[in-house]
Nanobody, 113 residues
Framework: QVQLVESGGDLVQAGGSLRLSCAASGSITPMGWYRQAPGKQRELVAL???????IYADFLKGRFTISRDIAKNTVYLQMNSLKPEDTAVYYC??????????WGQGTQVTVSS
C-alpha cells in the first residue's frame, strides 16, 4: 500500500526553525516538498533527485535544506529563519518507478510575526 506520512508542521515565531519529515511506504520514493498558501497556487519548495542532486526555489535564499534517509525512505526539510510569508500547507511529493506522482495530506506551517 502506498502511503506518505508527513509531520513537523507547527506554529512558530518569525526567525524560528522547523523540520518537516515525510515517510513513504510502498514502492514510491519521496522526492521533495511543495507548499500552498491561502489563495495562491501550489509552488515548489525543494526537490532531491534519486542521484542526490537538489533543486531549491529561488525565494528560499539558502534558508531551507532538503535531505533524505534512503534506508528509512524518508525526506526532510529543515527550515530556518522562517518568515510570515512561509506560512502555508506543505505537501510531500513522491514518485514511483513508472513516473506516477503521489502527494501527502499536507502539514500546516504557520509563522507569526
Amino acid at each position: 500500500q502506498v502511503q506518505l506520512v508527513e509531520s513537523g508542521g507547527d506554529l512558530v515565531q518569525a526567525g524560528g526553525s522547523l523540520r518537516l519529515s515525510c515517510a513513504a511506504s510502498g514502492s514510491i520514493t519521496p522526492m521533495g516538498w511543495y507548499r500552498q498558501a491561502p489563495g495562491k497556487q501550489r509552488e515548489l519548495v525543494a526537490l532531491i533527485r534519486r542521484s542526490g542532486g537538489r533543486i531549491y526555489a529561488d525565494f528560499l535564499k539558502g534558508r531551507f535544506t532538503i535531505s533524505r534517509d534512503i534506508a528509512k525512505n524518508t525526506v526532510y526539510l529543515q527550515m530556518n529563519s522562517l518568515k510570515p510569508e512561509d506560512t502555508a500547507v506543505y505537501y510531500c511529493y513522491a514518485m514511483d518507478g513508472l513516473g506516477s506522482e503521489y502527494w501527502g495530506q499536507g502539514t500546516q506551517v504557520t509563522v507569526s510575526s
